[in-house]
């Protein structure tokens, strides 16, 4: 599984973000699975689970991911189309607004790609935003939920783990270490050439903080014409505010990434 976009840490400094105000959950409707007993009030999202946007039903298929912060779910409508859903369990408000404040930098990073040469294409590498909305369901605990396009294929972690397992297994039959080596540089240069433009024109805005392997999407790998993207905006931070803290305001992402 991958995760599409991931959670924001409960321990970020509210400086970096714009924080949205907390909307009513109005966007976003659930319906009981057929056949099934109606899900109890704050249950979460499960497999064959109906959610309706815009009049459109979506009907959860398969979990995307799974992690401390909750699940990111795939849903697909009665004409084939499918969006991921990302789905957090917060303890307290802010936490909350912090996973609504990844909505707002998804928001943000689309307009700046949308605004230049190419933008669209730029633009379909990373989520769009559908809808977010919040559940309150006692008290100390509220319910956030994220509806985006999804970014298809696997993470290059996977797809690069996936590719030494195979390779290992054809044994003496694997390509030659030339040829692997042309195939990884052809890779490496479509990774750069496919997001570097993405970062570049988000970055007025926008920065990611935590670009790896993890948070790239990949199909078409093995076949030699992949096409990546870019997901997890759950760390991202308002670029201005984090350039005026000259950047050590807050430390986030994978330390083996770090510039």
Same mark, same amino acid.
């Given at each position: 599984?991958?995760?599409?976009?991931? @959670?924001?840490?409960?321990?970020?400094?509210?400086?970096?973000?714009?924080?949205?105000?907390?909307?009513?959950?109005?966007?976003? &409707?659930?319906?009981?699975?057929?056949?099934?007993?109606?899900?109890?009030?704050?249950?979460?999202?499960?497999?064959?689970? +109906?959610?309706?946007?815009?009049?459109?039903?979506?009907?959860?298929?398969? %979990?995307?991911?799974?992690?401390?912060?909750?699940?990111?779910?795939? /849903?697909?409508?009665?004409?084939?189309?499918?969006?991921?859903?990302?789905?957090?369990?917060?303890?307290?408000?802010?936490? @909350?607004?912090?996973?609504? %404040?990844?909505?707002?930098?998804? &928001?943000? +990073? &689309?307009?700046?790609?949308?605004?230049? %040469?190419?933008?669209?294409?730029? %633009?379909?590498?990373?989520?769009?935003?559908?809808?977010?909305?919040?559940?309150?369901?006692?008290?100390?605990?509220?319910? !956030?939920?994220?509806?985006?396009?999804?970014?298809?294929?696997?993470?290059?972690?996977?797809?690069?783990?996936?590719?030494?397992? +195979?390779?290992?297994?054809?044994?003496?039959?694997?390509?030659? @270490? @030339?040829?692997?080596? $042309?195939?990884?540089?052809?890779?490496?240069?479509?990774?750069?050439?496919?997001?570097?433009?993405?970062?570049?024109?988000?970055? $007025?805005?926008?920065?990611?903080?935590?670009?790896?392997?993890?948070?790239?999407?990949?199909?078409?790998?093995?076949?030699?014409?992949?096409?990546?993207?870019? !997901?997890?905006?759950?760390?991202?931070?308002? /670029?201005?505010?984090?350039?005026?803290?000259?950047?050590?305001?807050?430390?986030?992402?994978?330390?083996?990434?770090?510039?």
């Amino acid at each position: 599984g991958k995760f599409i976009s991931g @959670a924001a840490s409960p321990t970020q400094p509210t400086g970096l973000l714009r924080r949205p105000a907390l909307p009513q959950p109005t966007e976003l &409707r659930e319906q009981p699975r057929r056949q099934q007993p109606p899900q109890r009030s704050g249950g979460p999202l499960e497999v064959g689970a +109906a959610v309706v946007l815009s009049d459109e039903t979506f009907h959860v298929t398969d %979990a995307l991911g799974r992690g401390s912060f909750g699940a990111v779910w795939r /849903a697909r409508s009665a004409g084939g189309r499918t969006v991921a859903i990302k789905e957090v369990a917060c303890a307290s408000r802010e936490s @909350a607004s912090h996973v609504l %404040a990844e909505a707002q930098m998804l &928001r943000i +990073a &689309r307009q700046e790609l949308q605004a230049v %040469a190419e933008g669209e294409r730029l %633009a379909e590498r990373i989520p769009s935003l559908f809808a977010s909305t919040i559940e309150s369901l006692s008290p100390t605990s509220w319910r !956030v939920r994220l509806v985006m396009s999804e970014v298809r294929g696997s993470s290059l972690e996977y797809a690069l783990a996936a590719h030494r397992r +195979a390779r290992k297994g054809r044994g003496s039959v694997a390509a030659p @270490a @030339a040829a692997e080596l $042309a195939h990884a540089c052809r890779c490496t240069c479509e990774l750069v050439v496919q997001i570097a433009p993405v970062l570049e024109n988000i970055s $007025a805005k926008v920065y990611h903080r935590d670009v790896s392997p993890r948070n790239i999407q990949v199909e078409g790998l093995e076949a030699g014409e992949p096409k990546f993207g870019l !997901v997890d905006f759950g760390l991202a931070v308002d /670029a201005e505010r984090w350039r005026a803290m000259g950047g050590f305001g807050d430390l986030g992402g994978d330390g083996r990434y770090w510039p």
